[in-house]
């Protein structure tokens, strides 16, 4: 095989040649894909490799909520315990209203926003209620829609809970960052680790195919998936 010439001084060379040119990053790209043709020069695209998912310990856990807990800030603790009990993703979290939580039931509604798409229902344990109802009753006494509000009364932004997040993660000394969609993954995984099947999780995880569970280590109906989370989720470790 033919010596090439080093690639850097080859674009030099280039360089010279099309400096005349009004060039810009469109018309160079076009001159590069036919540049590709002519020379029959096949485009491979190299395959993304997947990151390992983060799974934190329950000790992790612990030490990441007792950041929380000693934070004071009681809509900062309601916002983590609810993504750490239902698994939802955080771009649900911020479109909950306080419609969504039936208290009654022990539920809340995570509605769709795709065209054709079917609102889902997450269970919340019996033991978080009272502190889920107090926050609801402030937040109507203000005047709220959503469930979590910034102090402008707007509700949070995906980035503004994954800010919240991540301060707890440094607060705790973790450091793998605690996002939300760790602690979604550390749900369901540990639900798994705990003999749930993956038919009694789905109906509430949001993913369309059961095998997609598979990640986390025959359909059912939410009634039955609620009753063994209830049951299941007394264990958990906050």
């Known amino acids: 095989m033919k010596k090439r010439t080093p690639a ?126 107090m926050h609801l009753e402030m937040s109507r006494k203000k005047g709220a829609e959503y469930l979590f509000e910034s102090s402008w009364k707007k509700p949070y932004t995906d980035r503004g809970i994954r800010k919240i997040s991540a301060q707890y993660s440094k607060s705790a000394g973790i450091k793998t960052n605690i996002s939300p969609r760790v602690l979604r993954n550390f749900l369901f995984t540990w639900m798994k680790k705990n003999d749930i099947e993956d038919a009694l999780i789905q109906p509430y995880s949001g993913h369309k195919r059961v095998e997609s569970l598979d990640k986390y280590a025959k359909p059912a109906n939410f009634t039955e998936a609620k009753e063994e989370y209830e049951k299941i989720i007394k264990k958990f470790p906050v």
């Not at 900062?76 to 315990?81: D, E, F, G, P, V």
């Not at 911020?94 to 769709?112: A, F, G, M, P, Y």
């Open 8 to 133: 850097r001084q080859k674009a030099i060379e280039l360089a010279k040649y099309l400096r005349k040119e009004q060039l810009d990053y469109t018309y160079l790209k076009e001159i590069f894909r036919y540049l590709r043709k002519e020379l029959e020069v096949q485009v491979t695209v190299q395959p993304k490799e997947e990151k390992e998912m983060y799974i934190p310990t329950e000790e992790e856990i612990q030490k990441y909520y007792q950041a929380v807990w000693q934070s004071k800030d009681m809509q900062n603790m309601i916002i983590i315990k609810t993504l750490l009990y239902t698994g939802i993703r955080v771009g649900e979290l911020v479109r909950i209203k306080l419609e969504d939580v039936d208290l009654s039931n022990c539920q809340i509604t995570i509605k769709s926003t795709r065209i054709g798409g079917t609102d889902r229902i997450v269970p919340i344990p019996i033991g978080f209620l009272e502190l889920l109802a």
